[in-house]
């Protein structure tokens, strides 16, 4: 039986490891325009000027980057017990703890390919400091006078050795709907996309062709517009941050998007997803066949095959 909609109200943040963290929190701050909001040893805690939380990004310093923990915020107590509850009936297993700056327990468990997520409710709602307090009451803080100024964190595409089965983790214990996915001719799922929201998606999953678990493709940020992802290409050419590919539009989904490189390792999108919501209670699954996936993105530029030179690592 799938799970109530809306047990999982939106993707908190994300955790990643690098192994310069002085560079990265540099990169997050002066290049992507988010604020420090905490520090506590090897940890820094960030944050988009849009987030109504305490923080939208944790950077950890480890000897190689990847991801830490992607952070899910549910609706209620109830429905994080309503998750607790499915994760363990699915015969998964977690813990629970009390680790970040903001928020109350969390609970801590793995998707089937070992990627920790990390659910939650009680979370305080971030006050801006005086420097920081906005024009507009209804903005949690003002915006960035530095960099791209990006308003939230968008979503997460995991790596993974199975696509299905991590898919299936989302769909039937989390309570993710399923909006567009690639199938290979042999009948393989290649990638899947769902999300928690009325949103197309918030979480992915690529085929890792390595076979490795538990890796990283990228995560994402949402901008305002087009125009702030032309504007992060300028920037990001004057500055020195390696663009990988873009600004272009992916096919699926219609994400207008530019990929980088921070200098810890990991790859980062920067996205703008035109206000594309799913507001069908019904929305079918899209597929997309290998002959589809062969004509390239939106525009006919080819589909970058990089991580399979310049993935990250297994996660520490």
Not at 230 to 242: C, E, M, N, P, S
Request: net charge negative.
């Amino acid at each position: 039986m799938a799970p109530p909609l809306g047990d999982i109200a939106h993707v908190g943040h994300a955790q990643l490891f690098t192994p310069d963290l002085d560079a990265s929190v540099g990169f997050f701050t002066d290049f992507l325009g988010l604020t420090v909001s905490g520090q506590d040893g090897d940890t820094v805690y960030l944050r988009t000027f849009d987030d109504y939380e305490h923080h939208s990004l944790v950077l950890t310093a480890r000897e190689r980057p990847g991801l830490g923990r992607l952070a899910l915020r549910t609706s209620s107590e109830e429905a994080l017990q309503r998750r607790v509850k499915a994760v363990e009936e699915a015969g998964g297993t977690g813990h629970w703890t009390e680790d970040e700056p903001g928020l109350g327990k969390l609970y801590v468990t793995t998707d089937p390919d070992g990627h920790e997520h990390a659910l939650y409710w009680e979370s305080e709602h971030y006050r801006a400091p005086e420097e920081l307090r906005p024009a507009l009451k209804n903005q949690p803080q003002a915006k960035p006078n530095r960099g791209v100024g990006v308003r939230r964190l968008d979503h997460v595409n995991f790596l993974a050795a199975d696509v299905l089965a991590n898919a299936e983790f989302q769909q039937h214990v989390l309570g993710a709907r399923p909006t567009e996915q690639i199938r290979l001719d042999s009948g393989r799922i290649a990638a899947r996309w769902l999300t928690f929201t009325n949103k197309s998606y918030d979480v992915v999953y690529t085929e890792d062709w390595t076979g490795t678990s538990g890796r990283l493709h990228h995560i994402a940020f949402a901008t305002d517009t087009r125009e702030d992802i032309l504007r992060a290409a300028d920037l990001a050419i004057d500055t020195g941050v390696f663009i990988e590919t873009g600004p272009h539009k992916h096919a699926i989904q219609q994400t207008f998007f530019l990929y980088v490189y921070e200098p810890g390792g990991n790859r980062v999108e920067l996205c703008n997803p035109l206000t594309r919501l799913v507001l069908a209670p019904d929305w079918p699954l899209i597929t997309w066949t290998e002959a589809e996936r062969a004509k390239g993105q939106a525009w006919g530029l080819q589909t970058i095959a990089s991580f399979h030179t310049h993935g990250t690592p297994p996660v520490a």
